[in-house]
């Protein structure tokens, strides 16, 4: 059993001890025998202590045993030699890779052993994502790619109908509601709230209806069930090479036999079980981590297990699948209760809360959703361009893998961190090869585009060594778009240039010295950055031009140098025509947030502070780290004296900025662009200082004057939102142990605090956890490390090195909105898509600026022919076969958050790409691997009926929160 699922056990063990004291089910009734599904399954993590390929062929066992080669060998083997015998397979990054490497013989067996349903595969997705930091658009993704191989590979027979879930720490409520989308019957998992699982194990409560959306409803149920034992065997009962438990010995004419003695502690453990659940079926979870490596030794003290228990006859016990298990829940007729929440957070004790991994490795968390960015458009480009080109597979596939629940969560080892990144830089550079070579040739030149990795700290080898230049400016989304972008350069005589060779007014920004030492790693030469407006059409490009030049006749258009003032009375301020922050003059915070069109005048003090990571204490050993969040003390401690920070204030035509120093290891720039709604944060945290041998957990902390009730709000992977309660959970009564830790939820794209006139939400450009642990509050957690580890399994602290050594640095940006409730949920949505779809710049060195050269160039395209509505979302556009794709559109609003964009919206499909025609469109369930219309739910006995879904040609019409999956034949023209 893998460590960090050791303590959970052990507490688990002593809790069912004493229930079985309470109440146990009548295994010696003739009316209802307890019928025992046996489930043969193993957990391979995709990559956790070890890689991915360290998992798959076996090695570095002296960190973590595990060979998922020879799992499947032996599994495969083993299935073979008794027709009874099952067996569960969930991650087909693992599976795709061994299936690759098979005779044709051992495919033909695995084919047969599908068709007569020994093996099945459950979940089916590239991994077991995690569900607190993971994105909604990548979650569907890695799910599509694992089922379409499924699908694609053995038939709609071999089709998953239940999700898995056996190992995230805590569950969403939109996890739910997409695995119903994507035609899973039933949802089962092991990991919930101590507390909530010793009330529902009393109340016979463990299986339920969930529903996650309520814009959803009935559409978005599912069955869901929590494991017994997490997803460990029973006690006793484990029969893998690394257990310690007896197997069945049998035979009479030797010593030993411990026959009857086995067979009534098994009779008496799941008659345990059995009177936590409501029907006289349970589901015996026979497997852990990376077992069956020798399924032989598995299967054989199974088949004697079996063989002896239904011989003594009190309960029935045989060989079976979730899937089974499910159809016979399903088949009992019994009413459930149906769950509309979630369960976060987690906790597997009093002070054991798993809410450190919603932040946890934090750069590792924004490069994933940088490169889910960088992926929509690959795969946008791939589909819009005839030619031959890389390909986006490489990014899939490593997009995938870092959703596994120990990847995106920051909770694996340091060299396994490393490996996720490499696999996406790999992915990464085959991407900006297409998507290079598709500019290239839509913009009919000789250029070659480059892509900038580092123009976060302002590094760019093109725009910095060379001018002219020109940018190409990608816009992913299906509606025209117009931002700011900033490009590092080395000299201030710039030209920008647009389409037409028009000028455009640009302003420059001297880079700040924290800047300066953030690039010298990179051998980044800027001193400047030149900052212009840009547009750019519906999942399109614009391409813009820059060059020296000193002539009069641009005088007005040349870049305005911006003007640098330390803080004093008349610079107490930076506004935009919409906005205007105060701050104070003493402290140099930001003291006030005004709406100049609304009149709307907010009182914002943003500040820095540090929770000191617990390392174990009088009431729980429980330390602070890679999972677990537990401050020693429960107000955090200031970054520096009485939070002061030191300032400049930067003006200009284009941008008014506030630089803060509040220390060696946090600084920030909050920002204002001209006609933007919003204030930009962009926090730079690190290396957090250790001498003084205290770990830290950063954050920043909004304190204002809403009146917010003790109410919190934040999103589910991004999609609806959710209203959290501080110091409340709705199924239990929450014990309140550790006052912060017990308020963090994930954050994956927004939080917010409201009152009756105003309403404050920060956007987060990654995965982080935050609260409200005051009223009028909003803490979000930055950055994190610490010098010991939580016991949970991985063995070393979380203690990332950074490039030198020293400590990692994280640079993060925030988008602050103040709004009036009624206009809120316009505006956090809109931003919402426009920060996870950034657009995408290259840039192409050398350009030849004479009238001729410039004439045969295409500086613009669209590959729309019209935008789509304002509240509709091109979620997905990705090849499958050369002349066919998948097309996902989302309604991204919810019930009643706008007046006007929460109806109900109809748009044609016919027509709408410029470079191909669709001439066949089928529709499809969310995860594209079955026919909409073969699409049979099971009906459950709730107080609702659950609604069918209907589909009309080339007319998509979409309700609130409503995602349509469709296979696309097409035609370039």
């Avoid at 239940?162 to 092991?190: C, K, T, Y």
């Avoid at 009146?707 to 709000?713: A, D, I, P, R, V």
């Avoid at 920060?762 to 939580?790: A, F, N, T, Y």
Wanted: with cysteine; proline share 4%.
């Amino acid at each position: 059993m893998a460590a960090r699922k050791t303590n959970r056990m052990f507490l688990l063990s002593l809790l069912l001890l004493q229930l079985s004291f309470i109440f146990a089910f009548d295994c010696n009734s003739k009316d209802l025998k307890l019928q025992i599904h046996i489930v043969p399954h193993t957990h391979d993590d995709v990559g956790w202590l070890k890689t991915v390929d360290e998992y798959y062929y076996g090695a570095n066992r002296t960190i973590q045993a595990g060979a998922v080669q020879y799992i499947l060998d032996t599994a495969i083997v083993s299935l073979q030699q008794n027709p009874n015998r099952t067996f569960i397979y969930v991650e087909m990054a693992f599976f795709k890779r061994w299936w690759d490497e098979q005779e044709d013989s051992v495919k033909s067996a695995v084919k047969k052993l599908l068709a007569n349903k020994q093996l099945e595969f459950i979940n089916g997705g590239w991994c077991m994502n995690d569900e607190a930091a993971a994105h909604y658009n990548a979650i569907i993704d890695q799910m599509t790619l694992g089922l379409r191989f499924i699908e694609d590979t053995f038939g709609a027979d071999a089709r998953p109908t239940v999700a898995w879930h056996i190992d995230p720490f805590g569950h969403s409520a939109e996890q739910a509601s997409l695995f119903s989308l994507m035609s899973f019957d039933g949802f089962f998992f092991g990991r919930i709230d101590e507390a909530d699982k010793i009330k529902r194990l009393k109340e016979q409560r463990m299986e339920m209806i969930w529903r996650g959306s309520r814009n959803y409803e009935t559409k978005s149920q599912i069955f869901t069930g929590v494991t017994y034992n997490v997803y460990a065997p029973p006690r006793g009962f484990c029969f893998d090479d690394n257990c310690h438990d007896p197997p069945i010995q049998d035979n009479d004419r030797l010593f030993d036999n411990n026959v009857e003695e086995r067979v009534q502690a098994f009779v008496d453990i799941t008659c345990q079980q059995a009177s936590s659940y409501k029907t006289n079926h349970i589901m015996l979870t026979m497997g852990e981590d990376f077992q069956y490596e020798n399924a032989h030794r598995w299967f054989k003290n199974l088949d004697k297990l079996i063989h002896y228990v239904n011989k003594d006859g009190r309960v029935n016990v045989f060989y079976s699948t979730p899937s089974r298990y499910l159809k016979a829940l399903h088949d009992a007729g019994k009413d459930w209760e149906v769950k509309t929440d979630d369960f976060f957070p987690y906790a597997h004790c009093p002070h054991c809360y798993w809410t450190g991994y919603f932040t946890s490795r934090p750069t590792q968390k924004g490069y994933i959703r940088e490169s889910n960015n960088l992926l929509q458009a690959c795969k946008q480009l791939e589909v819009l361009y005839t030619g031959k080109v890389s390909s986006s597979s490489t990014l899939r596939r490593a997009m995938a893998v870092n959703q596994h629940h120990d990847a995106v969560t920051g909770t694996e080892k340091q060299h396994v961190a490393y490996d996720y990144a490499k696999r996406l830089y790999i992915g990464r550079e085959e991407c900006k090869k297409l998507m290079s070579d598709v500019i290239k040739v839509k913009t009919g030149s000789t250029m070659q585009f480059k892509y900038c990795d580092f123009l976060n700290i302002s590094v760019c080898s093109v725009s910095e060594a060379t001018e002219p230049f020109a940018v190409n400016v990608y816009n992913p989304i299906a509606r025209p778009i117009e931002t700011y972008i900033r490009i590092p350069v080395t000299t201030k005589n710039l030209l920008v240039l647009g389409l037409k060779g028009q000028p455009i007014k640009s302003q420059i920004v001297s880079l700040s010295r924290k800047g300066h030492k953030l690039r010298r790693h990179f051998k980044g030469q800027a001193m400047f950055e030149l900052v212009f407006h840009v547009c750019a059409p519906a999942l399109g490009f614009n391409t813009y031009f820059v060059k020296h030049t000193i002539a009069k006749k641009y005088a007005e258009f040349l870049p305005r140098l911006s003007h640098i003032a330390i803080l004093k009375t008349e610079y107490d301020f930076i506004e935009n025509n919409l906005l205007r922050l105060e701050f104070s003059l003493e402290t140099g915070r930001l003291v006030r947030m005004i709406r100049k069109d609304r009149k709307l005048s907010l009182s914002v003090d943003q500040q820095f502070f540090w929770y000191n990571g617990n390392t174990g204490d009088e009431e729980s050993r429980q330390t602070s780290g890679a999972y677990i969040f537990r401050p020693n003390n429960t107000e955090p401690y200031e970054v520096c004296d009485l939070n002061k920070a030191k300032v400049q204030i930067i003006k200009g035509p284009l941008v008014e900025e506030v630089r803060q120093t509040f220390g060696p290891f946090i600084s920030q720039v909050i920002r204002l662009y001209r006609n933007v709604p919003y204030a930009e944060f962009e926090h730079t945290v690190g290396p957090i200082p250790i001498k003084d041998g205290l770990g830290k957990e950063i954050i920043t902390r909004f304190d204002t004057n809403i009146e917010s009730g003790g109410l919190f709000y934040t999103d589910a992977n991004g999609r609806e939102m959710k209203e959290r309660k501080r110091d409340y959970r709705a199924t239990w009564k929450l014990n309140i142990t550790e006052p912060v830790s017990e308020n963090y939820y994930p954050i994956n794209s927004r939080i917010y605090i409201k009152d009756s006139s105003a309403q404050l939400t920060v956007m987060s450009d990654r995965s982080q956890g935050g609260s409200s642990i005051r009223d009028g509050q909003i803490e979000i957690m930055l950055h994190r490390r610490l010098l010991v580890d939580d016991f949970l399994g991985v063995g070393e602290p979380l203690n990332e090195p950074g490039i030198d050594g020293r400590g990692l640095i994280t640079r993060g940006k925030h988008r602050v909105l103040l709004t009036t409730p009624d206009e809120a949920g316009h505006l956090h949505r809109q931003q919402g898509e426009l920060m996870l779809l950034q657009p995408i710049l290259s840039f192409a060195s050398n350009v030849s600026f004479d009238i001729k050269s410039l004439s045969k160039l295409i500086p613009t395209y669209s590959g729309l022919s019209r935008s789509l509505p304002e509240n509709v979302h091109l979620l997905t556009m990705e090849t499958i076969k050369s002349d066919e794709m998948i097309l996902r559109f989302e309604h991204f609003y919810e019930k009643d958050e706008d007046h006007k964009l929460s109806n109900p919206v109809n748009f044609q499909l016919d027509g709408l790409f410029t470079d191909f025609n669709i001439v066949n469109i089928t529709e499809t369930n969310l995860s594209a691997n079955q026919l909409l219309k073969d699409k049979k739910m099971m009906k459950w006995n709730t107080d609702e009926e659950v609604a069918e879904n209907s589909f009309d040609g080339f007319n998509i019409e979409l309700n609130p929160m409503q995602i349509r999956t469709f296979i696309a034949k097409f035609k370039h023209v």
